[in-house]
């Protein structure tokens, strides 16, 4: 427990560090507020980067994952049949279909999207955004970091509908299904 307490202040007293610091360089000038905001706050933030980073040199002296509990799938994505939904794949799974995720990455939205229903968007550590829509009772939070086969929620009816995004392109669903 001592182990847990001395990481959380550890975390806390990073994240006010780099709060500080950007707060610094953004009030030095305004050309710098200006590419903060258009280059960090109006753009999509490719977090597995920051993913990698972690895992490499900040994991062993401050882990995030000291109670984390992991759900397992072991049976893989299972449809009956799968067709062409707006930008990505409506698959015919049954309704409360536990629906796992088919790789690991951060959650960056959890909403509502139009045409899709309640949608979980995960940017996957190969820099794809997955989205999983169509799902309730979700068992992930925004900014979780989850491993592949996580389990996200239930399906509400009998289809869910699976979009990929890379670098603001939809991604034909053919090669991931």
Do not use: A
Not at 12 to 40: E, G, R, T, Y
Not at 117 to 138: A, C, F, H, K, P
Request: net charge negative; hydrophobic share 40%.
């Amino acid at each position: 427990m001592k182990e847990y307490i001395k990481g959380l202040i550890t975390r806390i007293l990073i994240c006010i560090i780099l709060f500080l610091v950007i707060s610094i360089i953004c009030n030095f000038s305004d050309n710098n507020l200006l590419w903060f905001k258009n280059n960090i706050l109006n753009n999509n933030i490719n977090l597995s980067f920051f993913n990698k980073i972690y895992n490499k040199y900040i994991d062993k002296y401050i882990p995030f994952d000291l109670y984390e509990e992991k759900v397992v799938m072991k049976e893989g994505l299972v449809y009956n049949e799968s067709k062409k939904y707006l930008n990505g794949v409506s698959l015919e799974v049954g309704k409360n279909y536990n629906l796992y995720s088919l790789t690991g990455g951060i959650v960056v939205y959890i909403g509502n999207k139009d045409g899709l229903g309640n949608t979980v968007i995960i940017q996957g550590t190969d820099g794809i955004d997955y989205w999983y829509s169509n799902i309730d009772n979700l068992s992930v939070s925004l900014y979780d970091y989850i491993e592949s086969d996580t389990l996200l929620g239930v399906s509400k009816t009998e289809y869910i509908y699976l979009t990929f995004v890379k670098d603001g392109k939809y991604i034909d669903y053919e090669e991931f299904i």
